[in-house]
């Protein structure tokens, strides 16, 4: 079972290596099956779903103190 600070650091980690991802993409220096448009659209879901988690934390946080 992880760490609380365990799971945070794993999540920056691969939201780091997302955003390598997209700036190799960007400069050329990675290359993708996907068109532009697919890869735009998965990126964009990935990070809906990160803000929707952070939202939920951020809902349980408040309830647990109040």
Request: hydrophobic share 50%; net charge negative.
């Given at each position: ?50 803000v929707?988690?952070?939202?939920q934390?951020?809902l ?7």
């Amino acid at each position: 079972k992880l760490s609380w600070p365990e799971i945070q650091a794993a999540v920056e980690a691969e939201l780091g290596a997302l955003a390598d991802l997209v700036d190799a993409l960007a400069a050329g220096r990675a290359k993708s099956p996907l068109a532009e448009a697919e890869r735009f659209d998965l990126v964009l879901g990935i990070t809906c779903h990160a803000v929707y988690h952070a939202g939920q934390i951020q809902l349980l946080k408040r309830l647990q103190a109040g």
